[in-house]
């Protein structure tokens, strides 16, 4: 059983005027089983959430707290954050020319788990997560996301997700760029993980359309680096049927 508990979190981001405030306070809890969706338009600071928890070095904490468990997540380092069982799928998954697929697989594994996997289990794993992201079993061979599609790049994230069995999975915008069969297969494999014992998911996302798929049993409004409201499934489809409107005004009083 796992609990990622956010409480206050501050960040901010060097710009050429300065350092730029972009959290202002977050608060969040997701306990083992729960699935919250975090909605809100462009700029409200939702990826950042996202990387501040994953530990980019682009932000920079300057107030509040995570933890993983009881963990101090904000004093490890990337490597031991993912250790310590944190996913980031990424909004835009980077290439990696010269990397397969299928080596990096077998490096992130053995870094995370401490020791390399049986190569014919492993093997026999790989193929299977791939056949189930409907991907063909020569994408292995292929370099980590050079020349992918956008659905090939969130189901290849969906595969790590699947392979490397995090406690808590944040998924950052992973249904943006999908076609409507891309996105179920990507939902499928969601939540196939999220069906497993003492799981978390952090789901970050602008549309409802995912959550016909993947069913959040939280939501909440982000606005202005800030939660701005928190509800169940039924919040997201006030969002989809009025908007932010009400929310961005409350914030700019």
């Given amino acids: ?5 956010i409480k206050d979190l501050q960040v901010s981001v060097d710009t050429e005027d300065g350092p730029k405030e972009i959290l202002k306070g977050v608060t969040l809890t997701i306990g083992s089983g729960e699935t919250h969706a975090i909605m809100g338009p462009n700029g409200s600071g939702k990826s950042t959430l996202a990387y501040s928890i994953a530990g980019h070095p682009k932000y920079t904490i300057t107030g509040g ?3 993983l468990d009881g963990e101090d997540v904000l004093t490890m380092s990337v490597d031991e954050r993912a250790r310590a069982g944190l996913f980031l799928a ?36 790989v193929n ?12 292995g061979t292929r370099s980590v996301n050079e020349g992918f ?3 090939e790049k969130k189901r290849h994230e969906i595969a790590q997700l699947e392979l490397l069995n995090p406690k808590v999975a944040i998924l950052d915008e992973t249904d ?6 891309a996105l179920k297969v990507v939902s499928e494999g969601v939540n196939r993980f999220r069906e497993q014992e003492g799981k978390g998911v952090l789901l970050i996302t602008h549309y409802t359309r995912i959550l016909r798929y993947i069913k959040p049993d939280f939501v909440h409004v982000f606005v202005a680096g800030k939660v701005a409201a928190s509800g169940g499934p039924e919040l997201a489809d006030e969002l989809e049927a009025e908007g932010y409107d009400k929310y961005l005004k409350a914030a700019a009083v």
């Fill in 128 to 139: 299977g997560a791939l056949q189930r992201l409907n991907l063909d079993p020569t994408f």
């Fill in 90 to 125: 990424m909004q835009y998954p980077v290439e990696v020319p010269g990397v397969s697929v299928s080596n990096f697989l077998r490096t992130a594994k053995t870094a995370i788990d401490g020791e390399a996997p049986k190569l014919r289990t492993w093997v026999k794993d």
């Fill in 149 to 151: 599609s956008g659905g």
């Fill in 1 to 5: 059983m796992s609990e990622l508990v």
């Fill in 176 to 181: 943006s760029g999908l076609d409507i069969d």
């Fill in 65 to 67: 707290s995570v933890t």
